[in-house]
Nanobody, 117 residues
């Protein structure tokens, strides 16, 4: 099983980034996908989630209207479009696959997002 995040980096406040997560080794289309983030000294925060079919998405209040989660089950990828980034969005971002049916949870290694001048 592999979840490989990409797309992180340094961006100025007000800028945008698009994170991607490529999945392999499991039946991606049967797993809900979630992006978490964690900044140094802070608790881990659920940023956005999407159901296995893509039919439902949920967002943390702190990112509603700025971030968009999407998935492509044909390509086994999930993305997080992040707009209007602010310094408080600085964190490591992690892609997570979850299945209540299979009782499995898989985490990626994470990608760093830094919002600063």
């Amino acid at each position: 099983v592999q979840l490989v995040e990409s797309g992180g980096g340094l961006v100025q406040p007000g800028g945008s980034l698009r994170l991607s997560c490529a999945a392999s080794g499991f039946t991606f289309s049967r797993y809900d996908m979630t992006w978490y983030r964690q900044a140094p000294g802070k608790e881990r925060e659920l940023v956005a989630s999407i159901t296995s079919t893509g039919g439902r998405t949920d967002y943390a209040d702190s990112v509603k209207g700025r971030f968009t989660i999407s998935r492509d089950n044909a390509k086994n990828t999930v993305s997080l479009q992040m707009n209007s980034l602010q310094p408080e969005d600085t964190a490591g971002y992690y892609c997570v696959a979850k299945s209540a049916i299979f009782r499995k949870e898989y985490w990626g290694q994470g990608t760093q997002v830094t919002v600063s001048f």
